[in-house]
Nanobody
Framework: QVQLAESGGGLVQAGGSLRLSCAAS????????LGWFRQAPGKEREFVVG????????YGADSVKGRFTISRDNAKNTVYLQMNSLKPEDTAVYYC????????????????WGQGTQVTVYS
């Protein structure tokens, strides 16, 4: 089992920045590909960004490219999401996810999920 706990959400003005963290416990963190998802009110959960087990490869949705950056620190069992140039449409609950298979993370079928952290961007 892997337990994931997100933090760092909050209220921010459009154009501002936030950094989300997701701390993991349980099995060997470095074995897992990780991803961030979000779900806005009335919408389906969507993939935002992902990162390979080593951190050497990242991939993201077109809507956040150039604004959001994912990184991981395997020594701290933590994955981060740096969000810059935030827009009101980025408002959502943000979730981190983990799976040994990158494809399952991207597809939204990861084995492990956190509880989410709310991000609200106001104009």
């Amino acid at each position: 089992q892997v337990q994931l706990a997100e933090s760092g959400g909050g209220l921010v003005q459009a154009g501002g920045s936030l950094r989300l963290s997701c701390a993991a416990s349980g099995r060997t963190f470095s074995n897992y590909a990780l991803g961030w998802f979000r779900q806005a009110p009335g919408k389906e959960r969507e993939f935002v960004v992902g990162i390979s087990w080593s951190g050497g490869s990242t991939y993201g949705a077109d809507s956040v490219k150039g604004r959001f950056t994912i990184s991981r620190d395997n020594a701290k069992n933590t994955v981060y999401l740096q969000m810059n140039s935030l827009k009101p449409e980025d408002t959502a609950v943000y979730y981190c996810a983990a799976d040994v298979f990158r494809s399952r993370v991207v597809a939204g079928n990861a084995d492990y999920w956190g509880q989410g952290t709310q991000v609200t961007v106001y104009s």
